[in-house]
């Protein structure tokens, strides 16, 4: 990873979970790890790095997030991309 994209990912990191921050539920201090969006494949391993969505553990690991069930999106009625715009 470069230097800038280290950087744009710490900078994402402080924006808190995208899925708790719709729902209105975000908690500014919660931790977030970074989901690297997949969908459009083709792209190359590098420019995934700037498809990183900041999640809360529950909406990225847990059983309604995004690796789970995806309950989650469908209850935001959003997918991934949504998420990273
Ligand atoms: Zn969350
Ligand atoms: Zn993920």
Do not use: F
Request: charge should be positive; charged fraction near 20%; hydrophobic fraction near 35%.
């Amino acid at each position: 990873m470069t230097r800038a994209e280290s950087q744009y990912l710490a900078r994402v990191a402080r924006l808190g979970c995208a899925c708790c921050t719709l729902l209105g539920i975000g908690e500014p201090d919660t931790p977030v790890e970074i989901h690297h969006v997949r969908e459009g494949q083709g792209m190359s391993q590098r420019a995934q790095h700037w498809l990183g969505v900041p999640l809360c553990i529950a909406c990225h690991r847990g059983p309604r997030g995004i690796h789970g069930d995806r309950s989650i999106l469908r209850q935001l009625k959003c997918d991934e991309m949504d998420l990273l715009s």
